[in-house]
Each structure stands twice: as C-alpha cells, then as structure tokens.
C-alpha cells in the first residue's frame, strides 16, 4: 500500500506561479513510476505529467510544456509539479499517482496504469 499526500496548491493570479508536493508513505517510494494529472469543473480527469521511478524520464502534455516540471527526491519519498505562467485553464483539482515499475526508466501516462492517488489539491487561477 502506498499513501499519498498533495499539497502545494491555492489561489495564484493568472501569469503565478505555484509548486506541488506529493507526500508518499509505505513501500518504497523508488520503486514506483509518479505521475499528476487534474480534473477541472465539468471535466474528466486527464494526464498532466509522469516521471520514472529514478527519474530520468519525464513526460508532459502539450499543453504545460516549457511551464510544468516534474521531479522527484527519493531520498525524501516526494514529487513534485512546479507549475510556471499559470492561466485560468489550469484551474483545477491536481491528483498525484504511483504506479509499480518494474524499470527505473519506466513512464507511466495511462490513468488506469497507476495503482495508488491522493487525495487532490485545489489549484485556482485566477484571470
């Protein structure tokens, strides 16, 4: 079983910036591939970002590129999601996810590949 724990998020003007922090207790946290995804009102949950279990891959959607960055810190069981320029398009409910991988250059960008989510944190853009 692994626990995660987001935070990180709030209320940022439109052109902010906001960090992320996924929190993850339980097994170990390096072995899982990480990924954020969103849900904003009246959407289906969709993709954001994924890194590999020892984080030498990552990947984005098109719509965050050269905005978002993943990471991670192993040593202190987090991920994180930089968020850069935000819009109000970003505004949206942010989950973070674990998924086993049986290789540290795994990525996972399916939702239905990630085992374990948090709970959500509120990122709110305002215009």
């Known amino acids: 079983q692994v626990h995660l724990v987001e935070s990180g998020g709030g209320l940022v003007q439109a052109g902010g910036s906001l960090r992320l922090s996924c929190a993850a207790s339980?097994?170990?946290?390096?072995?899982?591939?990480m990924g954020w995804f969103r849900q904003a009102p009246g959407k289906e949950r969709e993709f954001v970002a994924a890194?590999?279990?020892?984080?030498?891959?990552?990947y984005y959607i098109d719509s965050v590129k050269g905005r978002f960055t993943i990471s991670r810190d192993n040593a202190k069981n987090t991920v994180y999601l930089e968020m850069n320029s935000l819009n109000a398009e970003d505004t949206a409910v942010y989950y973070c996810a674990a998924a086993y991988s049986w290789a540290d250059w795994l990525l996972r960008i399916r939702q239905h590949d990630y085992t374990y989510w948090g709970q959500g944190t509120q990122v709110t853009v305002s215009s």
């Open positions: 339980g097994r170990t946290f390096s072995s899982y591939a």
């Open positions: 890194i590999s279990s020892g984080g030498s891959k990552t």
